[in-house]
């Protein structure tokens, strides 16, 4: 069964960074689409990056130059780092591997940013 366990999140301070991670078992992430998104409150759920099994990637306007999504293939583990992080960062973060119909959640991690 493939399980996706987020972690990582927090309270940080406007302009800190926190770096989230996405555990994979039951799957292997290199040869999956590995989306990182994120839900604020009242908002829709939006795409914030994308790492490929090429290990291409692509980010949100919204972050780019800020946030940098990688994974380590022995750890089967795609990470999220946030630099320069803006109140408007706020939001509960998801993992979510493409598997087409099949696709895998976890369950989210709150990033904060409030001074």
């Known amino acids: 069964q493939v399980q996706l366990v987020e972690s990582g999140g927090g309270l940080v301070q406007p302009g800190g960074s926190l770096r989230l991670s996405c555990v994979a078992s039951?799957?292997?992430?290199?040869?999956?689409?590995m989306d990182w998104y994120r839900q604020a409150p009242g908002k829709q759920r939006e795409l914030v990056a994308s790492?490929?099994?090429?290990?291409?990637?692509n980010y949100a306007d919204s972050v780019k130059g800020r946030f940098t999504i990688s994974r380590d293939n022995a750890k089967n583990t795609v990470y999220l780092e946030m630099n320069s992080l803006k109140a408007e960062d706020t939001a509960v973060y998801y993992c979510?591997?493409?598997?087409?119909?099949?696709?895998?959640w976890g369950q989210g991690t709150q990033v904060t940013v409030s001074s």
């Open positions: 039951g799957s292997t992430v290199s040869i999956y689409t």
């Open positions: 790492i490929r099994s090429s290990g291409s990637t």
């Open positions: 979510k591997q493409e598997r087409g119909a099949y696709d895998r």
